[in-house]
């Protein structure tokens, strides 16, 4: 009898389907991963309005991928604004909450607010509610809104703030700031946050 050849493996069609699916999937996830990080680099620097066709080029893919992966922009802005914005808004609300004096607690709220507003250009697309089918920039716009309310009530029983000022009134005195901010040319920081002090000076009871 002649030797017996060595067994070979031919992978049968589930071998096949398995390593593509695999290929798939580290394919999708890199793509994912690419995406986000461009957007994170976009947004930061230009808000959330930046055109997709130049987050899809800084990522390496198409913009057909970031539709295919995302569902297109709102998802996109979806995926990444907890790390653009969330995330500080809610660490602002926090830190306000916890203050034990009712001015400090209004006071270092309107502060972080504008200054989230200088640094990031996204806080202000969030603020002018941008893109309203976001669900996540609502829920965060709701929570902004709901903490204002509270504080500037709480200021008011203490005595603190000017009686007429309402929670109203600091939402559009931050959409002013935010346009100008946005349309027009950036102030430097020094004279920002000077602005911010007489801003708050006015608010005090007369």
């Known amino acids: 009898m002649s030797p017996r ?38 947004f930061r620097g230009r808000g959330l309005s ?3 066709e130049e987050i ?8 057909a991928t ?13 995926a ?28 270092t709220w309107i502060t972080d607010r504008r200054d989230l507003h200088y640094r990031e250009p996204a806080a202000i697309d969030t603020l002018l509610m941008t893109y309203p089918d976001s669900e996540q920039l609502v ?7 709901d903490t204002t309310i509270s504080l500037v009530q709480q200021a008011h029983d203490a005595g603190v703030l000017h009686q007429d000022f309402t929670a109203d009134d600091l939402y559009y005195a931050d ?6 901010l946005r349309d027009g040319p950036k ?12 801003f708050l000076d006015s608010l005090h009871p007369r």
């Open 80 to 107: 990444v604004i907890a790390e653009l914005v969330a995330t500080e808004m809610f660490a602002a609300m926090d830190k306000a909450r916890r203050m034990e004096d009712p001015w400090e607690r209004i006071a």
């Open 66 to 78: 970031i539709y295919n992966r995302f569902g297109g922009r709102q998802g996109l802005i979806d």
């Open 175 to 180: 959409v002013a700031n935010g346009l100008a």
């Open 5 to 42: 050849a060595p067994a070979t493996h031919t992978p049968d069609n589930g071998d096949a389907d398995r390593a593509t699916g695999t290929s798939l999937r580290a394919d999708a996830a890199r793509n994912v991963a690419q995406i986000r990080a461009a957007a994170l680099s976009a």
């Open 139 to 145: 829920a965060l716009a709701k929570a902004a809104t």
């Open 56 to 63: 899809a080029a800084a990522a390496g893919v198409s913009k």
């Open 50 to 52: 930046t055109p997709l």
């Open 187 to 198: 102030p430097s920081r020094e004279d920002y946050d000077r602005r911010t002090r007489f």
